[in-house]
T-cell receptor, first 110, second 120 residues
Framework: QTVVTQEPSFSVSPGGTVTLTCGLS?????????PSWYQQTPGQAPRTLIY???IRSAGVPDRFSGSILDNKAVLTITGAQADDEFNYYC??????????FGGGTTVTVL | QLQLQESGPGLVKPSETLSLTCTVS??????????WDWIRQSPGKGLEWIAT????????YYNPSLKSRVTVSIDMSKSQFSLRLTSVTAADTAVYYC???????????WGQGTLATVSS
């Protein structure tokens, strides 16, 4: 069974850069997986940040960007702020209508 | 502005069937976002995709781990789509989100979610 991997946690200093990855337990992530990223506060619905690798959803600041690097999807947040402390989830499209979410990364701004 | 709202019983007994409905407003179910999804999140855990249905009802897709217990359906006349999950156990206790996405895009638009608790 395919597992989508994410770092459990990431810590960053204010103003620093956050780099979150989304990989596959077996194989490489490509644009065909349409990797997408979501931001969530516990108890609230997720918010779509980036879809199809690098397309920002409406209203998402350009501090947030997506890419594929070294066979993984990457979410980059520049100029980290306390307001960026959320859980971040990625999802990959596995074909045949099937989607698999990663386990999520908790970002802490120290 | 597209809005999705889940509804259904908050409490279900073990071995019974969980039925949820999502009502879509503020936009078309057949253009733009035309695939309609159910996603859940167990307490303190991550997101789990459950199923997707095309607005035509002609195509449905299920998480292999849940496929034997899940059915999704759609009623365009009511702008609603639904989830049925049979033989529930405590492991099915979760916040259930409905969402919609465009073809070949991960641009999920989310409902607020509804908590379904499985308990006797």
């Amino acid at each position: 069974q395919t597992v989508v991997t994410q770092e459990p946690s990431f810590s960053v200093s204010p103003g620093g850069t956050v780099t979150l990855t989304c990989g596959l337990s077996s194989g490489s992530v490509s644009n065909s997986h349409v990797p997408s990223w979501y931001q969530q506060t516990p108890g609230q619905a997720p918010r779509t940040l980036i879809y199809n690798t690098n397309i920002r959803s409406a209203g998402v600041p350009d501090r947030f960007s997506g890419s594929i690097l070294d066979n993984k999807a990457v979410l980059t947040i520049t100029g980290a702020q306390a307001d960026d402390e959320f859980n971040y989830y990625c999802v990959l499209y596995m074909g045949g209508g099937l989607w698999v979410f990663g386990g999520g990364t908790t970002v802490t701004v120290l | 502005q597209l809005q999705l709202q889940e509804s259904g019983p908050g409490l279900v007994k073990p071995s019974e069937t969980l039925s949820l409905t999502c009502t879509v407003s503020g936009g078309s179910m057949s253009s733009g976002r035309s695939y309609w999804d159910w996603i859940r999140q167990s307490p303190g855990k991550g997101l789990e995709w459950i199923a997707t249905i095309h607005y035509s009802g002609a195509a449905t897709y299920y998480n292999p781990s849940l496929k034997s217990r899940v059915t999704v359906s759609i009623d365009m006349s009511k702008s609603q789509f639904s989830l049925r999950l049979t033989s529930v156990t405590a492991a099915d206790t979760a916040v259930y989100y409905c969402a919609g996405h465009s073809p070949d895009r991960g641009d999920f638009h989310w409902g607020q979610g509804t908590l379904a608790t499985v308990s006797s």
